[in-house]
Nanobody, 123 residues
Framework: QVQLVASGGGLVQTGGSLRLSCAAS????????VGWFRQAPGKEREFVAA????????RYADSVKGRFTISRDNAKNTVYLQMNSLKPEDTALYHC????????????????WGQGTQVTVSS
């Protein structure tokens, strides 16, 4: 059973940057596709970014393309989300997820789901 622990959220001004981290408890995490989803109060859960196990495939929501970058360090069992040029509409609870198949993760399925880390962007 893989446990995912997200961190790195906080309060930042518009235009600022944050880097989220998601640490996995098991080395088998390295073979999973990983992703980030977010949910703002009163809104549906929204896909943000995902990649396969070795980074050869990456996908981003249109709303974050060019501003966010997903990456992973399999030696550290950790996935990252670098967020630049943050906007107030990026404010949400961000969750990391993992699935054995990237396309299923992109469809919103997950095998593992971490607790969220709050990102708040002030205007």
């Amino acid at each position: 059973q893989v446990q995912l622990v997200a961190s790195g959220g906080g309060l930042v001004q518009t235009g600022g940057s944050l880097r989220l981290s998601c640490a996995a408890s098991e080395r088998t995490f390295s073979i999973y596709a990983v992703g980030w989803f977010r949910q703002a109060p009163g809104k549906e859960r929204e896909f943000v970014a995902a990649q396969n196990w070795n980074g050869s495939r990456r996908r981003y929501a249109d709303s974050v393309k060019g501003r966010f970058t997903i990456s992973r360090d399999n030696a550290k069992n950790t996935v990252y989300l670098q967020m630049n040029s943050l906007k107030p509409e990026d404010t949400a609870l961000y969750h990391c997820t993992a699935h054995g198949v990237l396309d299923r993760l992109l469809n919103g399925e997950y095998e593992y789901w971490g607790q969220g880390t709050q990102v708040t962007v002030s205007s």
